[in-house]
């Protein structure tokens, strides 16, 4: 039952440019989307959030759009570092204990 | 700036052990949830607790899993018998109860082997 789903397992990006991350989810009831970031034997470290009554939040070089119409959400890096060289996984707030529902992930790699 | 913090690190153990991961959640969080992620899967949400009770839990969160929270700082996970399938990563988070921040915070886990 993959209710967020990341399809892309794997992207490279050189330095500089523009990363694209994408999410998709299936339950129209989530009210909250969030990114994180996460380092190999490390926790995931909070991102970026939207709210699902707004369609863009940014902050800094991290942007993330929504479009509930579609169920995507996408997560924008400009400028891409290599610090930014990571796994990013999307999840989606659900209930009210508001748990999170992961995306299986998708490693980026910066390359300088 | 606060942070979660979880021990051990690592902790191996043998099948039918019992095992406890410990966590200390940022201070002023009142929401607390374990996770869990099996090598090579998604971060799998196990059991949520707010005001000194489990206010849900997975399907995975069963009578061999179980909460507590000791004393004002300490959130604990324990399995009373591993089974070789537990061997994971788990991960504790808390959140701030405060208007609408819904975002949850990471410490950086303990990866329980089961041997």
């Known amino acids: 039952d993959q209710q967020v789903k990341q399809n892309s397992p794997s992207l490279s990006v050189q330095e500089g440019r523009i990363s694209i991350l994408n999410c998709d989810y299936t339950?129209?009831?989530?009210?909250?989307f969030l990114w994180y970031k996460k380092y190999p034997a490390e926790g995931p470290t909070f991102l970026i959030s939207i709210s699902s009554i707004k369609d863009k939040n940014e902050d800094g070089r991290f942007t993330v759009f929504l479009n509930k119409s579609a169920k995507h959400l996408s997560l924008h890096i400009v400028p891409s570092q290599p610090g930014d060289s990571a796994v990013y996984f999307c999840a989606a707030s659900e209930g009210a204990t508001n748990k999170l529902i992961f995306g299986t992930g998708t490693l980026l790699a910066v390359q300088p | 700036e606060p942070e979660v913090t979880q021990t051990p690190s690592h902790q191996v153990t043998q099948m039918g052990q019992e095992v406890i991961l410990r966590c200390v959640p940022i201070s002023n969080h009142l929401y607390f949830y374990w996770y869990r992620q099996i090598l090579g899967q998604k971060v799998e949400f196990l059991v949520s607790f707010y005001n000194n009770e489990i206010s849900e839990k997975s399907e995975i969160f069963d009578d061999q899993f179980s909460v507590e929270r000791p004393d004002g700082s300490n959130f604990t996970l324990k399995i009373r018998s591993t089974k070789l399938e537990d061997s994971a990563m788990y991960f504790c988070?808390?959140?701030?109860?405060?208007?609408?921040?819904?975002?949850?915070?990471f410490g950086p886990g303990t990866r329980l082997t089961v041997t």
């Open positions: 988070a808390s959140r701030d109860p405060r208007g609408t921040i819904y975002e949850q915070y």
């Open positions: 339950n129209s009831m989530f009210d909250y």
